[in-house]
């Protein structure tokens, strides 16, 4: 049974930084590509960043390049999402997912994604 587990997300005021953490276990994670997504209340979950598994190909949303660095260490299974210059608008919680195949046709799309994690919140405070 493939588990995804978040942790690291809590309130941060404006221009600050958080580092989310991500642990995968069932699944050879090494393997596969590996994602982020956020939802805010009463919006749609929406792609946040992508990496593919050696961590050699990174993919953002237009909204947090530059501010969210996504990486991962697949001796310890994990994947990251450090967030920086955080905004009021960066409030969400986030998911982890992992996708049904290694190498995802979308990496953005929800559909790619079977597995997710329970969720992290982060809020922003301006």
């Known amino acids: 049974q493939v588990q995804v587990v978040e942790s690291g997300g809590g309130l941060v005021q404006a221009g600050g930084s958080l580092r989310l953490s991500c642990i995968v276990s069932g699944r050879t994670f090494s393997r596969y590509a590996m994602a982020w997504f956020c939802q805010a209340p009463g919006k749609e979950r929406e792609f946040v960043a992508a990496?593919?598994?050696?961590?050699?190909?990174?993919y953002y949303a237009d909204s947090v390049k530059g501010r969210f660095t996504i990486s991962r260490d697949n001796t310890k299974n994990t994947v990251y999402l450090q967030m920086n210059s955080l905004k009021p608008e960066d409030t969400a919680v986030y998911y982890c997912?992992?996708?049904?195949?290694?190498?995802?046709?979308?990496?953005?799309?929800?559909?790619?994604?079977?597995?997710w994690g329970q969720g992290t919140q982060v809020t922003v405070s301006s």
């Open positions: 997912a992992t996708p049904f195949r290694p190498t995802p046709s979308s990496y953005s799309t929800r559909d790619s994604y079977d597995v």
């Open positions: 990496i593919g598994y050696s961590g050699s190909n990174t």
